[in-house]
């Protein structure tokens, strides 16, 4: 049976609902500072923390709940004859229900504010009351999330209590929001890129209908304290999005990402099938649609810059799973929500997290991005790329980064004429891509060359000009190759895998 009930909360949604309905089955309510106002000012009988422990609030809020009369009131065991004695001879009400949302860290800490005052958002008091209350979670029920006012008033009303389940599921919200909200906090003041625990501060954005397969269940969080574009983008049409989409919308983002220049990628399978860069956005796709007009069908297809109508009325000639751009002009939006099902996603943002994770059994890889593309660009050959091949070399090598190693694409025009990837060894990459490019000037690797096979290769389709990070022991092998069929080579000293 409720008889007291704590209301603290800094967002209000919900509450005088909630604060009706207890009023009303006779529970006194205590509360503090702007609840406490709040609840006065809407006309519900509420009591001051402060009137029953007998001391005001002190140092600008900061101590107003951290009381013994509180927290008696809330971790005493009320089958527990001893506590009940103790608290009875102290004076001290039992407290059976806690309603608290804590101060909104996660929002400010994306301000702009001073230190001083991200640090002010970092809340004690409530995460003390609830981390209690949750611990006595068979006799005091916790409430953190405004989407469960509702649940608890039914059970209530419906069966005069709420069930040991549903005390259990909101005392279990109130660790998994602390631990959240404490990682989060963490992240703020240490500023090291590898703690030594990791603390991950992730909110459920979406349930997702399956993961890579049907036979798997998926989900999707995204950051409660960083920016990046796939938190912050807005589905303007089309179908759900699912595990596959999210990922490969990933790819194909951070690759348009790389170029000043207007570009278009189009990703099928986590891996671009087409890439290139024009003076128009039009271009940028048609350019992107040739370089693989087979493996586009089905896949994703991201542009950098405002899409317009020519360029969507291309777009919905084919299968296509998602467009991706940071705008759209309103008759190209138009013509893209004529096709029902395709995803048409507004992303304005550019990719900004800092590190990269990878779950493994038992275990999570972290590692910083992969945001630097050379160390220096160094011709090694007797031959020296014209401006255009170096151009096209820059190309290559951006797109490199986002093909699964080893990673070769062949390059003409500022387009992506071939793309060989995620193979065992890079002979049969660099066959596949040469293949597919037919007329392709320029070639890319994400790695070192340990023999001069791939030169040899080149040769055979006319490639001018290879850039490559060096480094191999056999190298003066691949650049006494290049000098044989005139070709030039460029070396970065830095390779791109991507596992």
Partial sequence: MLNCALISVFNKDGILELANFLAKKGVEILSTGGTYKYLKDNRITVTEVSDVTGFEEILDGRVKTLHPIIHGGILAIRD?????????????????????????????????????????????????????????????????????????????????????????????????????????????????????????????????????????????????????????????????????????????????????????????????????????????????????????????????????????????????????????????????????????????????????????????????VDNKLANELKVVTEKTPTEKEMNDLIFGMKVCKYVKSNAIVVVKDGAAKGIGGGQVNRIWPTIDALNRAGDGVVLASDAFFPFNDIVQEAAKHGIKSIIQPGGAMRDQDSIDECNKNGISMVFTAIRHFKH
Avoid at 89 to 116: A, C, Q, S, T, W
Avoid at 263 to 281: F, L, M, S, Y
């Fill in 80 to 368: 527990n004859e001893k506590h009940m004695k103790t608290i009875e001879r102290k004076g001290i009400k039992p407290i059976d229900m806690v309603v608290v949302n804590l101060y909104p860290f996660f929002e400010k800490v994306k301000e702009n504010l001073e230190f001083e005052e991200k640090v002010e958002f970092i809340d004690i008091g409530g995460p003390t009351m609830i981390r209690a209350a949750a611990k006595n979670f068979q006799d005091v029920i916790v409430l953190t999330d405004v989407n469960d006012y509702s649940d608890v008033i039914n059970q209530i009303e419906q069966d005069g209590d709420v069930s040991f389940n549903t005390r259990r599921k909101l005392a279990g919200k109130v660790f998994n929001l602390m631990s959240a909200y404490d990682g989060a906090i963490s992240n703020f003041l240490l500023e090291e890129e590898y703690p030594e625990y990791l603390t991950l501060s992730y909110k459920k954005s979406m349930n997702l209908r399956y993961g890579e397969n049907p036979h798997q269940s998926a989900a999707y969080y995204t950051s409660t304290v960083e920016k990046g574009s796939l938190k912050d983008f807005e589905q303007l049409n089309g179908k759900e999005l699912s595990y596959n989409n999210i990922k490969d919308m990933d790819i194909a983002w951070k690759v348009v990402s790389e170029f000043e220049e207007i570009a278009c990628c189009a990703v099928k399978h986590n891996t671009p099938c087409g890439v290139a860069i024009a003076e128009t956005v039009y271009d940028s796709y048609i350019k992107a649609y040739e370089c693989d007009n087979t493996s586009i069908f089905g896949g994703i297809v991201a542009i950098n810059k405002k899409i317009d109508k020519c360029t969507a009325e291309e777009l919905v000639k084919i299968f296509l799973e998602i467009v991706i751009a940071p705008d759209f002009d309103e008759d190209a939006l138009e013509v893209l929500k004529e096709k029902k099902n395709l995803r048409v996603i507004k992303c304005d943002v550019k990719p900004q997290s800092k590190s990269e994770l990878a779950k493994v059994d038992g275990g999570i890889l972290v590692q910083s």
